[in-house]
């Protein structure tokens, strides 16, 4: 059955490819992009079936303009990097982050519901990230919003349930696909802490950069195919699973990290 899908920061990445992916499955995507320039190109790019339009998930306005539409399915996949040492990070560089990818997801999400229960239910799925459940040093700013947007969701499915109105809620947790994000991620770190100092010495973080980069080379996935593939699936179904993770084989690692305590 098609259906009518709303998608934020579907102007690049996983977004995207999800986008065409649906659409060329039959159903109507709302592809939101961040910024008014990236509105034409993209209208272009993804054809008629899509109705691009610019939804800055911070913007009240932006939000505000989903509560009128008729939309079976939300797609919070908008959400910002930034990363470095949490002994060092100014408190309101990850206020902004959480801003973004937890606070700003969450009042969509709230709009978009209301409208669904209006409609007879519907589906919300969140873009969160396996970063979401291992430690790691030097990139935790990121992976603490989505530790928290994985564990909202898992609450929001549970409050879902108690209402009884057929709202689902399922959260997506890729692994690491080469879209430029992670890179982006690695560097950011390395550019506020030399300028504005650390506690680190420079060796340590150049140890850290060069680690960032080692793990990227080896482990990043080229094609998005198959986390498209989960978020796809996770939008057609009548009932979905709580929780899609790919590529399965850094899904298995973080099971096995949990395992042996880690
Ligand atoms: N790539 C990975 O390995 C990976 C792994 C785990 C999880 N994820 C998650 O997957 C999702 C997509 O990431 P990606 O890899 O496809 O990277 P991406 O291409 O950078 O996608 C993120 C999108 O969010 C948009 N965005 C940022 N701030 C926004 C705002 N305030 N309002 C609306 N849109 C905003 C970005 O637009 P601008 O570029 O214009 O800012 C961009 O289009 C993210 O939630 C990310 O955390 C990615």
Do not use: C
Not at 17 to 43: N, P
Not at 59 to 75: G, T
Not at 199 to 216: V, Y
Not at 221 to 248: F, H, N
Request: charge should be positive; glycine fraction near 8%; aromatic fraction near 8%.
């Amino acid at each position: 059955m098609s259906k009518s899908i709303l998608i934020t920061g579907a102007g690049t990445g996983i977004g995207k490819d999800t986008a065409k992916k649906l659409i060329a499955r039959g159903h109507t995507v709302y592809a939101t992009t961040h910024f008014e320039g990236e509105i034409e190109s993209l209208q272009r790019e993804l054809g008629e079936n899509a109705k691009v339009f610019k939804l800055d998930i911070t913007n009240p306005d932006d939000r505000a303009k989903v509560a009128d539409l008729d939309i079976d399915v939300l797609i919070n996949n908008a959400a910002q990097n930034a990363s470095g040492s949490l002994a060092d990070i100014k408190i309101d560089r990850l206020r902004r982050l959480f801003e973004v990818n937890v606070f700003s997801s969450l009042e969509l999400t709230q709009i978009a519901i209301r409208r669904m229960i209006e409609r007879g239910g519907g589906t919300v799925i969140f873009i969160s990230s396996l970063a979401g459940r291992i430690p790691e040093a030097f990139v935790m700013p990121y992976s603490m919003t989505k530790f928290a947007i994985s564990a909202a969701a898992a609450g929001l499915r549970e409050e879902m349930k108690v209402l009884g109105k057929g709202i689902h809620v399922s959260v997506v947790e890729p692994g690491p696909y080469n879209t430029g994000f992670n890179q982006k991620l690695v560097n950011d770190q390395f550019e506020w802490m030399k300028k504005e100092g650390s506690l680190f010495t420079p060796a340590q973080i150049a140890a850290r950069k060069e680690k960032g980069d080692r793990l990227l080379r080896w482990l990043e996935v080229g094609s998005t195919d198959t986390i498209v593939d989960k978020i796809v699936s996770a939008a057609e179904a009548a009932k979905p699973r709580l929780r899609y993770v790919a590529p399965w084989t850094f899904g298995l690692l973080v099971r096995l990290l949990r395992i042996f305590g880690v």
